[in-house]
């Protein structure tokens, strides 16, 4: 029996029946993701001993004790710390690091039971839309290896995509969790911004940066979000309100649901099939009970250039920190201090963490900080303003997650306003702070396409359910990638 | 249109504190153009009565008791420093 195509309900009742173990599931994810990986490419640092220990010291606990998502499997983004598990955030520079405790959300995991087999590769802090930015590897896209899975948590999609773990954590500062989510056919959300704790996350841009779950469905994307939610005062900018029962949410009823559609997400540049998707499923929810309407987010296109001014500025000042004394990579060459750090960030950062490093220098530099950091700060509030405007009328805003699908391996590497251009769709939502899921809503040339549903401030619960229906009326989610056939059980 | 030259470039990668050759400075000298001119788009609107964003979340000033509490083992702390004596950290001469 393989386990690669279960929920986390169906998985616990394997266990709670005693048709399974947690030993037995633990040990098959490694066979998976062993069978697997030379193709994928998911995995980084892997949790093999422990995990497998773990797993038999977890099939002890009474059932009676155990959660929803007691003693099952996940792969944790490589920019989230994870003591004693090597953590590089798939840079040069962190080569080695091993910390020293554990980010808020894996405590978390950990108090749910879950078990931490490996970290998943991601571009370098986070920075690209295809995984190609990696210093250690290139992950695969599961549907078709010569695609990418997209970026930055592509590691986490790819790995879910393909059966290696049910359960991810992504990270998303500006479509990071949903443009791959929707690139490898998978369920990924993008929080409301200060409703999971950053504390442990190896930061980017602190203003837009969230913690989020990867997964194959919507309820276990609901449980594992649920697991990690919640005030936390190592992260001063996590919000201090209530975590709801996001499962609850999943009542099936969007009777009378009201759906903004902007006409800005259906623009040049927005592929047709994506188009045709996001059209598709409109009736889909129409016909359970919505409506929808046409509606304007007119400062949209200026999401773009305003989220890589301030991105790269606050990445300039994040990423400050890493000098080579404390921990990392540290170079051999130098004579003076100043040599030290300048040859130890040469050599430890790639091409596209110096080019954003370089931007956001600029922009914060005397002379181009109002010309460029405030004048994307003041257009920010427009962005922001044009969302709030739209949630007095609608309940959901919904449009495509990518204007494309996968694209190849190599084709768009060394074009970064190309590359840019992939999140153009999910960037808006990011500066504006509110949450989003991407779901699989259709293919084109064999390769899913992504529904972005976008809800109101800590108003996932909405968003939950209007995806959970259309969940429930389709069948893209059950469509398994290539690598599935002839893989490891 | 901004142009972006080598110098200023090198100049700005001397403030990130990252060695460039002269070569790569020319090479990110055009992308670095190519995507400050694309930023300029911004200019199209007046933001003049337009307040900055800086966070999203309706919140100001998160204060904790002002209480000390101990800090992380010192032993710990230096598990991932390369060159470290005498539980310091050692770094190149900074004075000849």
Redesign the interface.
Known sequence: MTFADKTAAQLQELIHTEQTTIAEVTKQAFDRIEALEPKVDAFLAMNKEQATQQAEEMDKVPFAERGPLFGLPIGVKDNIVTEGIETTASSRILE???P??NATVVEKLKAAGMITVGKVNMDEFAMGSSNENSYYKKTKNPWNLEAVPGGSSGGSAAAVAAGEVPFALGSDTGGSIRQPASFCGVVGMKPT??RVSRFGLIAFAS?LDQIGPVTRTVKDNALLLQAISGHD?RD??S?DIEVPDFAEALTGDIQGLRIGVPKEYFAEGVGEAAKQAVRDALKVLEEKGATWEEISLP?S??A???Y??LASSEA?SNL?RF??????Y?TQK??????????T??EG?GDEV??R???G??AL?SGYYDA?Y?????????I?QDFDKAFEDYDVIIGPTTPTPAFKIGEIIDD??TMYANDILTIPVNL??VPAISIPCGFENGLPLGLQIIGKYFDEETVYRVADVFERATEFHKKTPQTWEGAAQ | MAKMTKE??IE?????????TDEEAVH?AE??E???N????????D?EN????????E?VN?L?EDKSVPG?DRE??L?????HEAGQ?K????LE
């Open positions: 080695g690091f091993n020293i405790y911004y200060g203003s005062e001063s900018t919000a400062h296109k200026y773009l250039a305003t890589y001014l300039s400050s000098d080579g004394i404390r921990y990392g540290r130098a004579g003076s201090l100043l040599e030290f750090y300048m040859n960030r040469s950062f110096k080019r490093i370089m931007l220098t600029y530099s460029y405030k004048k994307a700060q003041k257009v920010r509030t427009l922001k970064p306003l504006a702070g | 200023e470039v700005v990668a001397h403030l990130a504190r990252l060695a460039i990110f992308q670095l190519a995507i400050t694309a930023m300029e788009l911004l200019n199209e609107l933001t337009v307040e900055p964003t800086t966070h999203v979340l919140m998160v904790r992380l710990l702390v598990k991932n420093v390369k060159e950290v770094v190149p001469t900074i």
